[in-house]
């Protein structure tokens, strides 16, 4: 599989600070490192330009005036085809996004990079928010961070997202939005956006995060978290659980009616069914175990990861996310980390934390 991570000068386009990252990649940072620094290690000194789009046909070129190629200016390679009201967001504005935040409001950058040749980049940092668990007996420290990212070739748009890392195992999960002590099982995740089709504004984007406010969401997510500590569940009950994540039983196309309701006459059939007077089955395909790929991976997450807590919510969620992180597709460290961050991984911890917090 070709590469996922960008490389500059030889070098994969990702910093990070203090240990080195679990899929072992990118250059290693200090604490007083300066955003120049941080820039020439991340490989995100290239510029983003555009040029037209031009074919031949039989011997003459011609130009596409409703497209542009996006390219970067230190090797001029093309990294996407977009429309002309395409905006891209250069790669040092993504780190001059935490600037101010760093030096004004405590945050610390953790990590930053370039994915698909340099078409898929962000930067990752440090809030001062964190909180320690009691899970088992033992302590669980949960750090909280802001990610942004966004694209130059068209596949995702500017996104400024909360997200926590569990030091224990660097699990990484998205945060919900907060809310209310009697709406704890809503998932509504702590995301912003904005569209290439309008110029990229940093002040904008902090306020639609709620950045200053930013301790509110963090409350929800820990109140969230100790109550899913609090949530028991039995072996049978987590093996159903990871088996509906994996693989969702499948409801069947049409609904089951009894005879007797199907001889009666439309209109009257109609009239019951309007009257909420025929219960309708729907009945739902029986899951296999040997059939859901990667259900045993799951499985020994929960009993046995780093800082497992079986037999309870938490531990199902922590077990999904570090599946994600650490687990799924583990053969391609670098596939997992775009998956875990930007793709089917991501979807995956959010269905997860969803799915848990149905549970409280």
Known sequence: MAHLLAKTDGKYAMAYLGETPWHGLGQ????DSTFEEWLAASGLTYELETAEVRYEVAGNMLAMPSRRVILRNDTNKAIGVVGNGYQPVQPRTVMEFFRDLCSDMGYRLETAGALKGGAVYWAMARTPETVTLNTNGQKDTIDQFVLLSTSADGSRSTTGQFTSVRVVCNNTLSLARASTADDA??????????????????DAMKRSLGLVQQRDSWTSFVDQMERLQKVTVSDA????????????????????????????????????????????????????????????TLQQAYKSAPGAAPGTAYGLLQAATYFVDHARGKDDAEARLTSAWFGQGESLKDRALSKALELI
């Open 28 to 31: 290693a940072m200090q604490s």
């Open 185 to 202: 099982k809503r998932f509504e995740k702590a995301v912003a956006r904005i569209p290439h089709s309008t110029e990229f504004d940093a």
């Open 237 to 296: 009950h987590a093996t159903a659980w990871f088996s509906d994540l994996l693989r969702p039983a499948k409801k069947s196309a049409a609904p089951v009616i009894d005879a007797k309701q199907a001889q009666q006459s439309g209109a009257d059939y109609l009239a019951a069914l309007l009257a909420d007077k025929i219960e309708v089955p729907v009945v739902a395909e029986p899951v296999e175990k040997r059939a859901i790929r990667g259900l045993d």
